[in-house]
């Protein structure tokens, strides 16, 4: 089995309201429930009380009543997300090893930056690609040939990084690969044309 990947469509104004304010990325990614982000303040406040009976070996006075639950205007298609299934990681390979710049189409594994410091998946935070980075994957997956990454596609050499990966060569799982490449890079593409970038984190 491999990791399963989800994209998220972000504007560069949504990620610096995140980056000042980590909760709100509840109201991006969970926005039918506000209690997310009330309940990841209560986590916040918990951790900070939890150092202090440390510090000075009491609790502090309890905290002040909840705040409201603040807002996050979207434009355009924000919010909207893509699951790669269980693609990436297969996918990561074959982009990296067709493609001549690891360092733009590594973006299913590598680079990015986190979106604040909230765990939102088991691995951690979200990782967000601003607007510009998302320009240039776009124009890396455009430029990059179906034939590279089928001549990429390298069952045992994938076995050895992944040892759940078949072995041994299938059409049907070239095919499936191929099916979720067009998938991120008509996900990536629209993003693009709305002028927004994109955050990835594993389910």
Not at 35 to 55: D, F, T
Not at 60 to 67: H, N, Q, T, V
Not at 155 to 183: N, T
């Given at each position: 089995?491999g990791?399963?990947?989800?994209?998220?469509?972000?504007?560069d104004?949504?990620?610096?309201?995140?980056?000042?304010?980590?909760?709100?990325i509840?109201?991006?990614?969970?926005?039918e429930?506000?209690?997310?982000?009330?309940?990841?303040?209560?986590?916040?406040s918990?951790r900070?009380r939890?150092?202090?009976?440390r510090?000075?070996?009491?609790?502090p006075?309890e905290s002040?009543?909840?705040?409201?639950?603040?807002a996050?205007?979207?434009?355009?298609?924000?919010?909207?997300?893509?699951?790669?299934?269980k693609?990436?990681?297969?996918?990561?390979f074959?982009?990296?090893?067709?493609?001549p710049?690891?360092?733009?189409l590594?973006?299913l594994?590598?680079?990015?930056?986190?979106?604040?410091?909230?765990?939102?998946s088991?691995?951690g935070?979200?990782?967000a690609?601003r607007s510009a980075q998302?320009?240039e994957?776009?124009?890396?997956?455009?430029?990059?040939?179906?034939?590279?990454?089928?001549?990429?596609f390298?069952p045992?050499?994938?076995?050895?990084?992944?040892?759940?990966?078949?072995?041994?060569?299938?059409?049907?799982?070239?095919?499936?690969?191929?099916?979720?490449?067009?998938?991120a890079?008509?996900f990536?593409e629209?993003?693009?044309?709305?002028?927004?970038?994109?955050?990835?984190?594993?389910?």
């Amino acid at each position: 089995m491999g990791v399963r990947l989800v994209l998220v469509a972000i504007s560069d104004a949504t990620l610096d309201r995140i980056a000042a304010d980590p909760p709100l990325i509840w109201r991006l990614l969970d926005p039918e429930n506000p209690a997310s982000y009330l309940e990841e303040l209560r986590r916040r406040s918990l951790r900070g009380r939890n150092i202090l009976v440390r510090l000075f070996g009491r609790p502090p006075k309890e905290s002040a009543p909840s705040p409201p639950v603040p807002a996050l205007p979207l434009a355009d298609i924000e919010g909207q997300a893509r699951d790669l299934d269980k693609a990436a990681d297969s996918l990561h390979f074959l982009l990296t090893h067709a493609a001549p710049d690891r360092r733009v189409l590594g973006f299913l594994q590598e680079g990015g930056a986190p979106a604040g410091d909230v765990e939102v998946s088991y691995d951690g935070p979200a990782i967000a690609f601003r607007s510009a980075q998302a320009r240039e994957i776009a124009e890396a997956l455009r430029a990059l040939p179906r034939a590279a990454l089928e001549a990429a596609f390298d069952p045992p050499a994938m076995k050895r990084i992944y040892p759940w990966y078949p072995g041994v060569p299938r059409p049907e799982d070239l095919a499936y690969l191929i099916e979720y490449f067009g998938v991120a890079t008509q996900f990536i593409e629209r993003v693009v044309a709305h002028g927004l970038g994109f955050l990835r984190y594993p389910t």
